[in-house]
């Protein structure tokens, strides 16, 4: 065998491919990510957990790598086009009409890749390694726009590099666990409106007449793991069953620089006077937990052409990403980010159809809830709830080698964005509608030893 020398190169791959992961930022349920298989987006992700012959499944569940056929690698590249436009209005601190126009597009078109490596040990036992983004998300206004002193930039990314193990009872029954490193990288910016902080107190400064910036920037190392079964009540039905846990971040080592107007450095003169170690370049501390995960997944073969799969995922929110709380090292008052999110359920129902020995069609639905709310919407993630529609293609030229094609268009309503004047916007309001749109295409390519 050549186990060691395939290791070898597959984990020279993982770096590569990490180093590219580490510029991709994208849109989905607010930042949660399924982009990590064509074939599977082909289907709207049907079938996750419990299809066969996707190298994707070690990620979702482990316990599937029954369904693998002998040692392979699996490399998954998605284009995400999403696309984030505000129309609305804005008052500043004393009930006036806000400066600023749009923000223009605050979305982008970014890549997400994935890798995957499988071998067999024995009969009965299975190892994988993956390397997935299962969080990310960018928007990057205009400076300047109407909604500066809520948010200009806001990116997070995660890249998890994970290792599963399972074990097959028999044919019938299997079960699986993995364990993931995963890195998280997060930059916040946002406006500062010092005149309405000095206005009515200092000479000369009124709401927007002197912008200043803050930015907030971390990163963290952290420890998660899934586990998860395959049950198969015969030859052509498999039911999986797998669960994510939830991932704290504890970021320790953050960076918070501020930009003062500039004003010949009177706002500086005025802030050392009044309000000694504010508005400094500080370290600072937080704490941010991305949600755990529950999946069920079937897969039905109802003859040697039509197979159907559905799945249903239930993200614990509410209880890991409610509020996150910046503490400053500095005199700075902590910035509290109030998310309130609340649960949600991703449901979608996928088919393949084998045109021939060597062309599979794929098509699927899926309907995907969105954490926020009216209440608690801000600019950073301005997301509403979806309809997915999704097709694909797979092409077989030969035993070993297999190339899959999916594209999905997301259906969206226009989410409302009601930003109420705040300490931390300095009075600043937003009130208003984002038009969004979101359309998912990828390909992907297997190879078996």
């Known amino acids: 065998m050549h186990t060691a020398s395939t290791l070898a190169r597959v984990t020279a791959l993982a770096v590569g491919i990490a180093g590219v992961l580490a510029v991709g930022h994208v849109h989905a349920a607010a930042f949660q990510l399924k982009e990590n298989s064509a074939k599977g987006l082909g289907r709207a992700f049907a079938g996750s957990g ?16 029954r369904q693998l056929e002998g040692m392979q690698i699996q490399g998954d590249l998605s284009a995400i086009s999403f696309s984030a436009k505000y129309k609305g209005t804005g008052r500043n601190g004393a009930g006036q009409p ?45 400076n300047g726009w109407v909604g500066r002193y809520s948010g200009l930039k806001t990116d997070m990314k995660a890249i998890d590099l994970g290792f599963a193990a399972s074990y097959d009872v028999n044919p019938y029954v299997s079960f699986g666990a993995s364990v993931f490193v995963e890195h998280l990288t997060i930059e916040l910016s946002q406006a500062v409106d010092f005149g309405a902080l000095f206005a009515g107190r200092v000479p000369g400064y009124a709401p927007g007449s002197a912008d200043g910036k803050s930015t907030v920037k971390g990163d963290n190392n952290a420890v998660g793991w899934t586990v998860g079964g395959l049950f198969s009540p015969d030859e052509n039905t498999h039911i999986g069953i797998s669960y994510r846990s939830k991932v704290e971040h504890k970021i320790t080592g953050g960076d918070a620089n501020f930009d003062l107007p500039n004003d010949g450095g009177r706002t500086a003169t005025i802030l050392a006077a009044t309000q000694p170690g504010v508005f400094v370049n500080t370290s600072g501390k937080a704490t941010l937990t991305l949600p755990a995960s529950a999946t069920l997944s079937v897969t039905h073969n109802i003859n040697d052409r039509w197979t159907v799969m559905g799945d249903v995922t239930r993200t614990a929110w509410s209880t890991a990403f409610d509020t996150v709380t910046i503490d400053f090292a500095s005199n700075q008052p902590n910035s509290e980010l109030n998310f309130a999110y609340r649960d949600t359920t991703f449901v979608s129902l996928g088919t393949d159809y084998k045109l021939s020995d060597t062309v599979t069609l794929r098509g699927g639905v899926a309907l995907d809830q969105t954490p926020t709310t009216d209440a608690h919407r801000d600019v950073r993630v301005p997301d509403t709830s979806r309809k997915w529609l999704s097709l694909g293609v ?44 979101g359309d998912v295409l990828a390909a992907s390519f297997n190879y078996k030893f």
């Open 98 to 142: 806000q400066t600023g126009g749009n923000g223009g597009d605050a979305g982008m078109i970014a890549p997400v890749p994935a890798a995957y490596f499988h071998m067999p040990i024995g009969e009965q036992a299975h190892f994988g390694v993956s390397l997935t983004a299962p969080f990310g998300f960018k928007t990057d206004y205009d």
């Open 394 to 437: 797979g092409w077989t030229p030969s035993a070993n080698t297999e190339y899959n094609f999916g594209y999905t268009h997301l259906f969206t309503s226009e989410p409302n964005i009601l930003v109420k004047p705040t300490q931390g916007n300095q009075g600043n309001s937003l009130n208003g509608k984002y038009k969004v749109r």
């Open 50 to 65: 419990s299809a066969a012959g996707d190298a994707s499944i070690m990620a979702v569940n482990p316990a599937g790598m």
